[in-house]
């Protein structure tokens, strides 16, 4: 018998009971064992749910009773998710966890823990919800040194573009249904503003490179400036907008950035809509590999978080390894980086235009009072220039 405890008991958490208690003889057999929630942490009552017996408040009950073997950490946040995954590691109970923020502000020391009291610390679903994106990284992509990684990390805000792009849906309506859907963060800054997608590329980019990325140094913009506006030149380009999470490796040093992008048809991740997510991963010997799969909601995130539990139990007394070297990853400016943009500014004159950013690529949306237009290929820095000479609108940059 294993013995399992869930912290939460709120999307996730749940979730993970259901997808447990759902599908318990396959779970076992995968485990080769049986296994049994035997309890669920949450402040919270809850009377007339099939599970209330197994209800405590006190985590020490938890961390005190040496039958439990794996701890399900669905809190969310860094404290208390913190102290108690410590806790649990440091009397070698194997912690299973969805929570990004966490691993990307902790993952290392917790990792480290781990591997001194012979347990695991395993985070398949703090990235892509339910796809398997850690453990193929760890494990299937062992011989490649990777140099590129490119993702549609953040359900919500995929939902929320798919929505304005496809129905000219109204943002903060298609925002209150992600919610509802159990897709959004308790607080949907996270996901808006890109912070979200930001911790997850830093967690695949430590995972990929070896070293750690702080995701406190990854340029980071959100999904807020995007208008309708902006899709209507997307539908005259036959182009979408995805936010993107991207590093890649060049020359001894790594650059990584959370931003909207412009897409074209040709690009892998153009067609990953509403809820998925996406994720591209170039080795140097293999190329590319693509990642695709349901990224946020109860079950597609609960049934990433069982399939650490299985791998967990199949490793009773043993850590599972993880390649997340402590040492910190040098960040290059991600500004120096060479590329086409996206630009709409108030001049209405092609030749001021071109006086500025020389050669573009006129887009006619029907919009009178603003000009959208494609530039050549530059950095950032000669954009900035260049841009500074009119009275930008917007920018978005184009990944090919
Ligand atoms: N809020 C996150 C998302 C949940 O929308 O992708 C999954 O990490």
Redesign the pocket.
């Given at each position: 018998m294993v013995n399992v405890a869930v912290l939460g008991y709120g999307t996730v958490g749940s979730g993970i009971v259901e997808v447990i208690k759902e599908n318990q003889d396959m779970v076992n057999q995968k485990a080769a064992a049986e296994i049994d929630v035997k309890y669920i942490l949450d402040l919270r009552d809850f009377p007339g749910d099939k599970y209330e017996h197994l209800v405590v408040h006190d985590y020490e009950q938890i961390l005190s009773d040496d039958s439990v073997d794996i701890i399900c950490e669905a809190m969310g946040g860094v404290e208390p998710a913190y102290t108690f995954s410590k806790n649990a590691l440091l009397k070698g109970k194997s912690v299973c966890t969805s929570n990004?923020e966490l691993v990307a502000v902790h993952g290392p020391e917790l990792l480290e823990i781990a591997r001194q009291h012979n347990c695991s610390y395993l985070f398949e679903a703090s990235v892509g919800?339910g796809i398997p994106i850690i453990r193929p990284i760890n494990s299937s992509l062992t011989p490649e040194k990777i140099e590129a990684v490119t993702g549609i990390l953040?359900?919500?805000t995929n939902y929320i573009l798919t929505k304005m792009e496809k129905e000219g849906s109204d943002y903060e309506a298609v925002l209150k249904e992600a919610q509802e859907k159990g897709?959004?963060?308790r607080n949907p800054e996270a996901?808006i503003e890109g912070y979200?997608a930001c911790r997850k590329i830093a967690i695949l980019s430590s995972l990929a490179y070896g070293s750690t990325v702080n995701y406190e140094e990854v340029y980071t913009e959100g999904i807020t400036k995007i208008s309708t506006k902006d899709f209507k030149y997307m539908k005259e380009l036959g182009a979408t907008i995805k936010l993107l999470g991207m590093s890649k490796a060049e020359g001894g040093s790594c650059y990584a950035m959370v931003a909207p992008f412009v897409l074209f048809p040709s690009h892998p991740l153009y067609s990953v809509s509403d809820v998925f997510n996406g994720i591209l991963v170039r080795g140097n010997m293999l190329g590319d590999t693509m990642y695709y799969g349901r990224?946020?909601g109860k079950l597609p995130?609960a049934s990433a978080v069982v399939s650490d539990v299985i791998e967990c139990a199949r490793n009773i007394g043993r850590s599972v390894p993880c390649f997340w070297n402590p040492e910190k990853q040098a960040l290059s400016d991600a500004a120096d980086v060479k590329r086409r943009f996206f630009v709409r500014v108030s001049e209405t004159d092609k030749a001021k235009i071109e006086d500025a950013f020389g050669s573009v690529e006129v887009i006619d949306a029907g919009l009178t009072d603003e000009t959208g237009f494609i530039t050549e290929v530059m950095c950032e820095k000669e954009y900035k220039e260049k841009a500074a000479q009119l009275t930008v609108v917007s920018m978005l940059r184009i990944e090919e």
């Amino acid at each position: 018998m294993v013995n399992v405890a869930v912290l939460g008991y709120g999307t996730v958490g749940s979730g993970i009971v259901e997808v447990i208690k759902e599908n318990q003889d396959m779970v076992n057999q995968k485990a080769a064992a049986e296994i049994d929630v035997k309890y669920i942490l949450d402040l919270r009552d809850f009377p007339g749910d099939k599970y209330e017996h197994l209800v405590v408040h006190d985590y020490e009950q938890i961390l005190s009773d040496d039958s439990v073997d794996i701890i399900c950490e669905a809190m969310g946040g860094v404290e208390p998710a913190y102290t108690f995954s410590k806790n649990a590691l440091l009397k070698g109970k194997s912690v299973c966890t969805s929570n990004k923020e966490l691993v990307a502000v902790h993952g290392p020391e917790l990792l480290e823990i781990a591997r001194q009291h012979n347990c695991s610390y395993l985070f398949e679903a703090s990235v892509g919800g339910g796809i398997p994106i850690i453990r193929p990284i760890n494990s299937s992509l062992t011989p490649e040194k990777i140099e590129a990684v490119t993702g549609i990390l953040n359900g919500t805000t995929n939902y929320i573009l798919t929505k304005m792009e496809k129905e000219g849906s109204d943002y903060e309506a298609v925002l209150k249904e992600a919610q509802e859907k159990g897709y959004a963060e308790r607080n949907p800054e996270a996901d808006i503003e890109g912070y979200d997608a930001c911790r997850k590329i830093a967690i695949l980019s430590s995972l990929a490179y070896g070293s750690t990325v702080n995701y406190e140094e990854v340029y980071t913009e959100g999904i807020t400036k995007i208008s309708t506006k902006d899709f209507k030149y997307m539908k005259e380009l036959g182009a979408t907008i995805k936010l993107l999470g991207m590093s890649k490796a060049e020359g001894g040093s790594c650059y990584a950035m959370v931003a909207p992008f412009v897409l074209f048809p040709s690009h892998p991740l153009y067609s990953v809509s509403d809820v998925f997510n996406g994720i591209l991963v170039r080795g140097n010997m293999l190329g590319d590999t693509m990642y695709y799969g349901r990224g946020a909601g109860k079950l597609p995130t609960a049934s990433a978080v069982v399939s650490d539990v299985i791998e967990c139990a199949r490793n009773i007394g043993r850590s599972v390894p993880c390649f997340w070297n402590p040492e910190k990853q040098a960040l290059s400016d991600a500004a120096d980086v060479k590329r086409r943009f996206f630009v709409r500014v108030s001049e209405t004159d092609k030749a001021k235009i071109e006086d500025a950013f020389g050669s573009v690529e006129v887009i006619d949306a029907g919009l009178t009072d603003e000009t959208g237009f494609i530039t050549e290929v530059m950095c950032e820095k000669e954009y900035k220039e260049k841009a500074a000479q009119l009275t930008v609108v917007s920018m978005l940059r184009i990944e090919e």
